[in-house]
């Protein structure tokens, strides 16, 4: 059960693709990845300050979740919105990227892709927070609509100074549960 795949070329084009299938139907594309910010004066401040470079932001993995299969005999108590949520993992990998889990908004940029909104919120990605999410990997929702979130707890691991701020977690949200937080797992 994995119809969607990404395809990152990002080397020559700064080119992201989230596409489905054997028949590899592309369903959405980025050349450069920006967010709902609160405001534009905090986009501003944050690429004046280096910690938002769209150059720098990269779709490392993605998962959908699709209430439809979660029914109200399945337990789903998620209301009427019946939309599929895609999710995508930016990992810290270098300066510049302020956000590492987020779902596709439905706004787009001037450039038509797709938004990406900070998941579960904005304020979960404050680096001084081992309680929020520091640098996810990788996302996975398993049959009960839950999803996993490995959470590396370091930054810059590609450049020759890596930090690490918090130990490595896997921290579960409940999807059909109004996404609350139902496991916290922190190894050494
Ligand atoms: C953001 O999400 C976290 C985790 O679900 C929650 O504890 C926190 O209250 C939320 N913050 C805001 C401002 O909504």
Not at 61 to 72: I, S
Not at 93 to 100: K, L, R, S, Y
Request: aromatic share 10%.
């Amino acid at each position: 059960m994995v119809p969607y795949c990404l395809l990152t070329l990002l080397l020559h084009s700064h080119l992201i693709a989230i596409i489905q299938g054997g028949g590899m139907k592309t369903l959405y594309e980025w050349s450069g990845v920006d967010f709902t910010w609160p405001s534009s004066r905090i986009r501003d401040n944050a690429i004046r300050d280096g910690k938002y470079d769209p150059s720098k932001v990269a779709i490392l993995d993605v998962d959908v979740f699709d209430p439809t299969t979660y029914g109200p005999n399945n337990g789903y108590a998620g209301g009427p919105n019946k939309e599929k949520r895609i999710f995508v993992t930016t990992p810290k990998f270098q300066p510049g990227i302020p956000v590492t889990l987020s779902t596709l908004s439905s706004k787009r940029a001037n450039d038509g892709s797709h938004l990406l909104e900070p998941f579960p919120n904005w304020s979960t990605h404050n680096e001084k927070d081992c309680d929020g999410l520091i640098s996810v990997y990788r996302v996975q929702i398993d049959e009960c609509g839950k999803l996993w979130v490995l959470d590396t707890g370091k930054l810059n691991t590609f450049t020759g100074s890596p930090k690490k701020l918090c130990n490595p977690q896997i921290v579960v949200y409940d999807l059909t549960k109004g996404d609350k937080i139902v496991r916290k797992k922190i190894p050494m």
